[in-house]
Structure formats: structure tokens, C-alpha cells
């Protein structure tokens, strides 16, 4: 969905009219040589019918098309959702130029009404040349069609764009049939019913009305140049919030990688302790701290001189400990709740949750001692 409209709106700038005569002509020449032009006539006053008053000039398809070539119909897709919108109608500070011109106008030519209707020969003129822009808008930009469809004009239906036929028969005096198409009634592409004729603010009832009158182009043009720099503002902010976004997502994921090339470089290095032979110390340090001689790879000591072992975090002389008040002990822990093996002499403490014979941990550090005699003192 991220495709730009700057390609449809360039088609239809060189195509349109290229095609309009042929189209009119090839399309149209059962019911109109030529496209529809003229006054665009409105009531008086919803309460005087019988007067209409010229407000402006109906609009060409080619100049109905020739809107939606503004830089603002040019941007991805994706751009548009920035955009504020109410009662699915687009909201931007200015939009409301449309309909205070579209009052000012009605005011200054004596024009009355409570809700939107346009004299009938009028209608029908306006929208046939926005069905002619619509018709093809659809065949040469689908997609530019489906925006204005979802955006703009929420009413239009696929159908009305195009001029359906049905085919009548005759036969002449010997026998020939002779093939007519007859227009169907068309469902019109412009519909003020939609919004109940309310054009005293942005909708697709004012919206459809500016298009078929062409004295209300350069105020389109306007409006929707304020909608662009709205537009703009609005992309530039997501921009950043999602480069913001990203860089914090790299940095994230560099951290991850890290912290894993940490991990398995810590792994390698418990793999490469667990493989080797393990010293008196090692072993005895282990089996007091995690039940285990070799250790885990959570904890394990590694000896780095004569009788001193280190777990990565503390470092121990076994020299250095009280032989005399050292002692080996089961000891409740309150704040775990858990029931501890303990080998202390007062000042220096080991201990694990892991269950460890008496009798092997006393073994395990008379041996210790006897390599590595530690202190004695009177008790």
C-alpha cells in the first residue's frame, strides 16, 4: 500500500486531454456530441424553486481531473493516516476556506438555502463531467480512485462512474434487426444527499460541489496545500519518532547480542572447566557451595594460586581462614526459608540449600587443611 499517486496524477495531466474528445465521442454519441458546460445554477431559496441564479461556471471533466494533480495527492499512502480525521472526513487547520467561501459566495449572489441542491439541468451537467473525470480516473489510477472514494466522496459507488446500456431490437421490412443502445438510468456519481445538502463545513457534500464549480478550484488548490503542510509536519514528526524507534531497537538488539556473545563465551568457558581435571581446592569450594565437586555453571571456583580459589566475585586464602573456630553447621535461613549447609569460622562463610553430608563436607576440608593450613588461635 506504500505506492505514490505523483504517476496517476502525471497520467492524468498528459492523458486526459488526449482522450476527452475521442471518449465524448465514442461514449457519448447517443445522448451528447459534446461535453456538458455552462452556468452552474442554483435555487434562489429552498422556498423559491422557480428562480435560479447563476453562481459560477460548471467545471470540464479535464479540469474536475486536473485537481487531483496537486502536490498533495502525491505522497505515499501510508503518509495520509498522520492525518486527523472526523466522522472519517480529514480535519487540518484551513480546511474550513471550502465552506466559508462557498457561504460567502452564495451570500454575495442572494442564494438561500438550507441544504445543498443544484438547479436539475445543472445536476445533470455537473455530473456527467464528474462521472467523465471518475469513469476515468478508475481505468487509468484505480488507486487514486479508491483514495478519493475512501477519503473524499464517501458515497460514490463503483457503478456510477460509468454509463450502463441495455440493447434494444427492432427489425426493418425485410427482416433486418437493427440494435439500439439505450441509456439505464445511472446512478449519479454526484450526491448531495449523503450529508443531507451540509456544506456549511468540510464534507464530501462540499467537496463534490468544488469540484463541478470551477471558480472554486484555486481555493481547492489552497486547502489542500495547508492539508500538505499539515501533511508534511505530521510525516517529518513519525519520521523521527521512527528513527528514534529504530536506533533504540539496534541498540537493543546489540545489547541482546552482547549479552548472548557473553553467555557463550561463558558457556565455552564452563565447558572447558568442566573437562579439566579440577585441584583439592577446586573441589572442596565447589562441594561447599553447590553440593557438587565440579561445581555449576552458576558457581564454580577456580584456584589461581596456591590455596586461593576465586568464584568470579569474592577470592579466598584458605590460608587465611581460623582452623581452630571453623565450623560446619545446618543453619535455618529466615528470609529464604530455606535450610543451609554452612562452613565458617566466624569471619569468612560458605554456604548452599544443596544437601550435603556432614560427614563428607568435615572430610572435604581436613583434607583442604592439610594442604593449605589455615590459622590457629587459643579458641
Not at 233 to 255: G, N, S
Amino acid at each position: 500500500m506504500n505506492h505514490r499517486f505523483a504517476l496517476m496524477s502525471v497520467l492524468l495531466t498528459a492523458l486526459v486531454s488526449v482522450t476527452n474528445a475521442s471518449e465524448a465521442e465514442t461514449n457519448t454519441q447517443e445522448t451528447q456530441p459534446n461535453w456538458p458546460s455552462g452556468e452552474l445554477l442554483v435555487p434562489k431559496s429552498g422556498f423559491d424553486w422557480g428562480t435560479n441564479i447563476a453562481v459560477g461556471t460548471i467545471a470540464s471533466p479535464q479540469e474536475i481531473c486536473n485537481v487531483f494533480t496537486h502536490p498533495f495527492f502525491q505522497r505515499p499512502l501510508a503518509d495520509y493516516n498522520q492525518l486527523d480525521s472526523m466522522n472519517s472526513d480529514f480535519v487540518w487547520d484551513g480546511i474550513e476556506a471550502s465552506s466559508l467561501w462557498v457561504n460567502k459566495k452564495f451570500e454575495a449572489a442572494g442564494v438561500r438555502l438550507d441544504r445543498l441542491t443544484l438547479e436539475q439541468e445543472t445536476m445533470q451537467k455537473a455530473d456527467y463531467n464528474l462521472s467523465a473525470c471518475l469513469n476515468y480516473m478508475k481505468k487509468e489510477a484505480p488507486q487514486l480512485f479508491t483514495f478519493v472514494q475512501d477519503n473524499l466522496l464517501h458515497y460514490l459507488r463503483d457503478e456510477c462512474v460509468e454509463q450502463k446500456f441495455r440493447i434494444e431490437k427492432t427489425v426493418d421490412d425485410v427482416g433486418n434487426i437493427i440494435e439500439k443502445k439505450v441509456p439505464l438510468r445511472k446512478t449519479p456519481c454526484l450526491d448531495f444527499n449523503y450529508n443531507s445538502g451540509r456544506y456549511g463545513d468540510w464534507n464530501s457534500t462540499t467537496f463534490a460541489l468544488m469540484l463541478v464549480w470551477k471558480e472554486a478550484h484555486p481555493v481547492l488548490a489552497n486547502v489542500f496545500k495547508r492539508g500538505l503542510d499539515t501533511l508534511e509536519v505530521r510525516v517529518a514528526e513519525r519520521d523521527k519518532e521512527l528513527e528514534q524507534e529504530r536506533i533504540a531497537q539496534a541498540e537493543a538488539q546489540a545489547k541482546r547480542e552482547k549479552q548472548q556473545q557473553a553467555r557463550n563465551q561463558k558457556e565455552q568457558v564452563w565447558q572447558q572447566y568442566l573437562a579439566r581435571e579440577k585441584t583439592l581446592m577446586e573441589q572442596v569450594y565447589n562441594f561447599s557451595t553447590t553440593g557438587h565437586p565440579n561445581g555449576g555453571s552458576w558457581k564454580y571456583w577456580v584456584q589461581t594460586a596456591p590455596c586461593i580459589v576465586t568464584d568470579g566475585s569474592k577470592t579466598y586464602d584458605t590460608r587465611k581462614i581460623n582452623m581452630t573456630a571453623f565450623r560446619m553447621y545446618p543453619e535455618y535461613n529466615e528470609y529464604s526459608g530455606d535450610t543451609e549447609m554452612v562452613s565458617s569460622d566466624g569471619n569468612f562463610r560458605l554456604s548452599t540449600t544443596a544437601t550435603i553430608p556432614l560427614d563428607r563436607l568435615q572430610n572435604a576440608w581436613s583434607m583442604a587443611f592439610k594442604e593449605c593450613p589455615g590459622r590457629t588461635s587459643t579458641f
